[in-house]
């Protein structure tokens, strides 16, 4: 998704006293106490994973969830109800909100500051080194120890061992545990002008979905050295003709999920852009275990075409409902892939970092 300038973050009206109108708690409305984590999802027809993303969120430390429900038919605002957690109703069209940041902008300006929160989708677990013993508030107490306001992750995508279409996954399963197969992912980094000043690119869906976006196929590099030379003009810089002509690129699997909210915060596009934040250079990093592959994958991906939900006319949808309607067979767990054991195997991989400090801070030497 395209995100707007840093112009806008500096623009955006100090944080309202209430809601706006498209917005409506169901019940009683979030009032945090100092200190605790909160956690952030939006969500639509998740009751297959919302279970088990609310019981991963509270078993790393989360105090409070909010759900924001897009007009939900499948029992979702039940789940978040009987879970303990606060809904409010987002009555408007996803594309229309910014594909959700605008309910999600307002909905922390409103109950958020001075608290850390945890923003994911449903299908979205984070975990971070030394996960499986310590959990947020051990990990926040070293980020504000360090003046840092924001952990970084990477999208990790998780799939069942066997086809999609024979998964068998039922809501309170584990999902680790039933779809935790992924493969390691060759990544890459890309500038850009707002922060985190750099996205990253690769992974199983680059490989499957997108696979003329890899730099390393001879007509994609060819392709990225021409356009390079072309923004050398300063006319074509500035051309939105020769501007489209980019080389393509698959979806951004850099996000910052866990944020310190305050006022001047705000997501730009989705977690992967965010305003300004302090992160310091010496900090771990996380992964968010992504399972957004099991059986309902087709009959999701037709909903959000259908919908015309997501970016750009759900392009990546449609990448995958091509994929997956020419082979009904169609599995993600080819021969590299691998079952995640826990946050110990990621670090050892590399796809997250631990550093001594937060190792003597959680007690582990």
């Known amino acids: 998704m395209q995100a707007p300038g840093s112009a806008e973050f500096a623009a955006r009206p100090p944080s309202p006293t209430r809601l706006p109108p498209m917005l409506r708690p169901l019940g009683a409305a ?67 909100s910014r594909y959700g940041i605008t309910w999600t902008n307002a909905v922390l300006d409103a109950y958020a500051n001075g608290h850390w929160v945890l923003v994911i989708d449903a299908d979205e677990q984070l975990v971070f080194p030394g996960s499986d013993t310590t959990g947020l508030k051990a990990l926040t107490a070293h980020l504000d120890s360090l003046g840092s306001e924001a952990l970084r992750t990477i999208l990790l995508d998780c799939f069942p061992p066997g086809p999609l279409s024979g998964c068998s996954y039922r809501p309170g399963d584990r999902l680790a545990e039933l779809a935790g197969m992924f493969e390691l992912p060759r990544l890459r980094q890309e500038k850009i002008d707002d922060f985190p000043h750099f996205l990253e690119y690769g992974g199983i869906r680059e490989r499957l979905f997108f696979p003329e976006a890899d730099p390393h196929r001879p007509s994609r590099w060819i392709w990225q050295k021409l356009y390079n030379l072309g923004l050398r003009i300063p ?72 919908r015309g939900a997501h970016y750009d006319g759900s392009r990546e949808y449609r990448r995958y409902l091509a994929r997956i309607e020419a082979d009904p067979g169609f599995t993600l767990a080819g021969r590299n892939a691998r079952r995640y054991t826990g946050p110990a195997q990621l670090v050892q991989l590399g796809l997250m970092r631990d550093t001594p400090a937060w190792r003597q801070a959680r007690g582990a030497g």
């Open 30 to 96: 979030p009032s945090p106490r100092p200190g605790e984590i909160l956690a952030l999802l939006v969500a639509r027809n998740e009751a297959l994973r919302l279970p088990d993303a609310l019981a991963q969120a509270r078993a790393i430390g989360v105090d409070r969830v909010i759900i924001i429900d897009n007009e939900s038919s499948d029992g979702t605002r039940d789940i978040a109800s009987s879970a303990g957690a606060h809904v409010i109703m987002a009555e408007e069209d996803y594309a229309a």
């Open 235 to 306: 006319a074509l810089r500035q051309d939105p003709r020769f501007l489209a002509l980019a080389p393509p690129r698959s979806p951004t699997i850099t996000k910052i999920p866990l944020l310190r909210w305050r006022p001047g915060a705000a997501l730009v596009a989705s977690t992967h852009r965010v305003a300004p934040m302090a992160m310091h250079p010496d900090q771990p990093s996380g992964v968010l275990l992504h399972f957004k592959f099991l059986q309902d994958f087709h009959a999701r991906a037709l909903d959000a075409v259908a």
